[in-house]
C-alpha cells in the first residue's frame, strides 16, 4: 500500500511545484534530503555498532546469562505455555535483554528466532498462539532503559542534551507494555 501512496505524493508535489513555479526549491530538498538521509544512517550505523559490540562482549561473559536469569519469572509469568521450552525462553530473554538496553536492531533477529522456535511447537501454523501474541505485544511495547536509536536522531538532528528524552521513554513504554500485557492476559483467557 505505501508503495502507491508515497509515488503518488510525489507525483503530486512535482507537478504542483511545476505549477507553483517552484521547481527549483523541490531539486534542492531533493539533494539536502539526500544529505540528510546519509548523515543519519552513518549516525546509526555507529551507534548501531558501538551497542553490538557491547552486546557481544556482553555475551562471551556471565552478564548475559545474569540478566536472562533474572528475567526468568519474568518470562515464566508471561509465557506459561512455554515452562518446558528452554530454547525459546532463552531466546525470548535475549530478545527482551536487547530492547532493554535499546538495541532494536540486535533485537529483531533474535525476536525472529524465538518466534520461529515457538512457531515449531505450534499444531495450527496459521494461528497465533498465546505465547507468539504476548511476544508480538512485549517487542512492540519495547520497554528500554537506554533509547539509543532515540538519542541517535535526536544527535544527528543538532539536539543540545539527546539524552534528555530518557525518562519520558520509560513511563511511555512501561506504560503500553503494562496495557499490552494486561489487556493480552484478559483476552487469552476469553479465546
Given at each position: 500500500m505505501?508503495?502507491?501512496i508515497?509515488?503518488?505524493?510525489?507525483?503530486?508535489?512535482?507537478?504542483?511545484?511545476?505549477?507553483?513555479?517552484?521547481?527549483?526549491?523541490?531539486?534542492?530538498?531533493?539533494?539536502?534530503?539526500?544529505?540528510?538521509?546519509?548523515?543519519?544512517?552513518?549516525?546509526?550505523?555507529?551507534?548501531?555498532?558501538?551497542?553490538?559490540?557491547l552486546?557481544?562482549?556482553a555475551?562471551?561473559?556471565s552478564?548475559?546469562?545474569?540478566?536472562t536469569k533474572?528475567?526468568k519469572p519474568?518470562?515464566?509469568?508471561?509465557?506459561p505455555?512455554?515452562?518446558?521450552n528452554k530454547?525459546?525462553?532463552?531466546?525470548?530473554?535475549?530478545?527482551?535483554?536487547?530492547?532493554?538496553?535499546?538495541?532494536?536492531?540486535?533485537a529483531?533477529?533474535l525476536?525472529?528466532?524465538?518466534?520461529?522456535?515457538m512457531?515449531k511447537?505450534?499444531?495450527?501454523?496459521?494461528?497465533?498462539t498465546?505465547?507468539?501474541?504476548?511476544?508480538?505485544?512485549?517487542?512492540?511495547a519495547?520497554?528500554?532503559?537506554?533509547?539509543?536509536?532515540?538519542?541517535?536522531?535526536?544527535?544527528?538532528l543538532?539536539?543540545?542534551e539527546?539524552?534528555?528524552?530518557?525518562?519520558?521513554?520509560?513511563?511511555?513504554?512501561?506504560?503500553?507494555a503494562?496495557?499490552?500485557?494486561?489487556?493480552?492476559?484478559?483476552?487469552?483467557?476469553?479465546f
Amino acid at each position: 500500500m505505501l508503495n502507491i501512496i508515497w509515488p503518488i505524493f510525489i507525483i503530486i508535489s512535482v507537478i504542483y511545484a511545476l505549477i507553483a513555479g517552484n521547481i527549483q526549491h523541490v531539486s534542492n530538498e531533493i539533494f539536502d534530503s539526500a544529505t540528510s538521509a546519509v548523515e543519519l544512517t552513518l549516525t546509526f550505523f555507529g551507534t548501531i555498532c558501538l551497542w553490538n559490540g557491547l552486546m557481544e562482549i556482553a555475551k562471551n561473559t556471565s552478564l548475559i546469562n545474569k540478566l536472562t536469569k533474572s528475567l526468568k519469572p519474568f518470562v515464566h509469568f508471561l509465557f506459561p505455555e512455554l515452562k518446558n521450552n528452554k530454547q525459546a525462553q532463552e531466546e525470548i530473554s535475549m530478545n527482551m535483554v536487547a530492547n532493554l538496553l535499546g538495541l532494536g536492531n540486535a533485537a529483531t533477529p533474535l525476536g525472529l528466532k524465538a518466534m520461529q522456535t515457538m512457531q515449531k511447537e505450534n499444531s495450527e501454523k496459521e494461528t497465533l498462539t498465546n505465547s507468539i501474541a504476548m511476544f508480538i505485544v512485549i517487542n512492540t511495547a519495547s520497554m528500554q532503559l537506554i533509547p539509543t536509536n532515540v538519542i541517535a536522531i535526536r544527535s544527528s538532528l543538532g539536539s543540545q542534551e539527546p539524552s534528555n528524552i530518557i525518562l519520558q521513554v520509560w513511563i511511555a513504554t512501561v506504560i503500553a507494555a503494562t496495557v499490552g500485557i494486561i489487556s493480552t492476559k484478559i483476552l487469552m483467557k476469553r479465546f
